[in-house]
């Protein structure tokens, strides 16, 4: 029963007795929609391109955001997304493997491989949770100027460098600080919030241990040091001017000059302390979501064909081609995010 | 899905069954280009944390460097791992040829638009 189209002519492989393309009718639909879906993400992806490119303000610097790791305090650059998309590719492999010993009809080694792929679904799927979380809590925080003021600090390699800030300009605090501050914000007018803030990766903490147990004044609080340019990147007479830390009289310089409405911890729909631009925000909200939410389904779809596989479902229709279509889909979901991988954290 | 027995009697089709080698040689490919994957994703972060982003043409470089390198990785996961390479070139072009179109035009007018607004805030703000 196996195809005999090789031996017809073009008229009649195209005339409609014939699939032209050689792949299944639902195969082909699953092609178009993932061109159709690729559209979507490539269009979301050039948007997020173009506010970038429009922006005057500087754009947040992906290593400098994302670089943190649960349960370890330091700075790891970039190192937990590398992670996750490693956990994506791998969890593609599995796929692909299990696509493959579908078409030689192995049914154990498709319910092995798929239920792989499904576990590697649930922990990117984590990761991203965490992720998110981490971004929504933030680590620091930050307030604006309320006036002009020219400040020494001193950079990472340990150069000292003067700084001229203008009225409206970003200072971040130290995350332990920052954290210990929101605390005793949130304490003065209502001790549960407070509560329920309770974030493992800070807890072990003294400073925020003492501000949640004895809801410290935030008004007595004073930074020891603050930063600037903590999450941009300036370039200027050929230095690279990041993470400038300010100690002692200037950081008090700054800290008298606080803007107290401007504070913002960590990000949500309306602000974040990682840009001045909000769209920085909302476009890692809407894209990572609208990505996550792709592995979600997929995950789903997984785990209902992997009941299927095991309850001898494709051995009944006598061929595993639905474990290819929603390897077509699992893959596409990998493809997505190497893109996003590259235009959110990389580029 | 009455047509399907008309299909073409290729590697993928419904009604082929793979041989226990044809397997072998399958996984053999796929175990390559997985460990392609990971080493470019190991090199993109590398260079990603190594290169500071300050707007020098070194660091444009490296930028257009992590879009080959992602194009690279894009091409292995499109053409091995979703086996487009294996189908037939009618359905190969049909996929490819009317996306690459559409998106290549969206860049255009994306980045001609993101620049004259650049130029806009810049001398405006």
Not at chain 1, 192 to 218: K, T
Not at chain 2, 41 to 54: D, L
């Amino acid at each position: 029963m196996a195809g005999h189209t090789q031996n017809l002519t073009k008229d009649e492989l195209w005339g409609g007795n014939a699939s032209p393309f050689g792949v299944s009718y639902g195969k082909m639909m699953m092609w178009y929609f993932l061109v159709s879906d690729a559209l979507t993400f490539g269009g979301l992806l050039t948007a997020y391109g173009v506010i970038r490119h429009g922006s005057s303000d500087p754009w947040p610097v992906g290593e400098q955001v994302f670089e943190a790791l649960p349960a370890l305090h330091g700075s790891y650059p970039l190192m937990y997304v590398a992670l996750m998309t490693f956990i994506l590719i791998i969890s593609s492999v599995t796929m692909v493997l299990a696509v493959e010993a579908g078409h030689r009809r192995d049914k154990a080694g498709v319910i092995k491989w798929l239920g792989y792929t499904i576990i590697g679904g649930f922990f990117f799927l984590g990761s991203q949770a965490w992720e998110w979380s981490h971004f929504i809590h933030g680590s620091g925080g930050g307030f604006q100027l309320n006036k002009s003021l020219t400040v020494n600090g001193e950079m990472e390699n340990g150069e000292k460098i003067t700084m001229t800030l203008n009225a409206g300009s970003w200072v971040h605090m130290e995350s332990d600080f920052g954290h210990a501050y929101e605390h005793a914000l949130e304490g003065g007018h209502d001790a549960a919030p407070a509560a329920e803030h309770g974030h493992d990766a800070h807890a072990e903490h003294g400073a925020s241990h003492e501000a949640e147990a004895a809801h410290v004044d935030a008004a007595s609080m004073h930074p020891e040091a603050l930063i600037l340019n903590k999450y941009v990147l300036e370039h200027k007479n050929d230095k690279d001017i990041r993470k400038v830390k300010v100690t002692g009289e200037d950081c008090k310089k700054l800290w008298d000059a606080k803007a107290n409405e401007t504070f913002v911890f960590g990000a949500n729909m309306h602000k974040n302390e990682y840009a001045v631009q909000q769209q920085y925000a909302n476009f890692f909200f809407f894209v990572t979501g609208f990505h996550g939410f792709h592995v979600f389904s997929g995950v789903v779809i997984n785990i209902i064909v992997w009941l299927m596989a095991l309850g001898g479902e494709f051995d009944r229709r006598g061929h595993y081609e639905t474990i290819e279509k929603i390897g077509l889909y699992w893959h596409f979901v990998d493809l997505v995010w190497v893109f996003v991988f590259t235009f959110f954290y990389l580029v | 899905m009455e047509r399907d027995d008309l299909i073409v009697n290729d590697s993928y089709a419904i009604n082929n069954t793979h041989s226990d080698e044809e397997g072998k040689k399958i996984r053999k490919k796929l175990y390559n280009v997985t460990v392609l994957l990971t080493v470019i994703t190991i090199i993109e972060v590398f260079m990603g944390v190594a290169f500071k982003r300050n707007g020098t043409f070194a660091w444009e470089s490296i930028k257009l460097g992590f879009i080959i390198l992602t194009l690279v990785k894009a091409a292995y996961i499109v053409l091995i791992f979703m086996h487009l390479g294996d189908e037939k070139k009618s359905l190969k072009y049909v996929i490819l040829l009317p996306y690459a179109l559409f998106i290549l035009y969206l860049i255009f007018i994306g980045l001609y638009e993101g620049v004259s607004v650049q130029e806009l805030n810049s001398t405006w703000r």
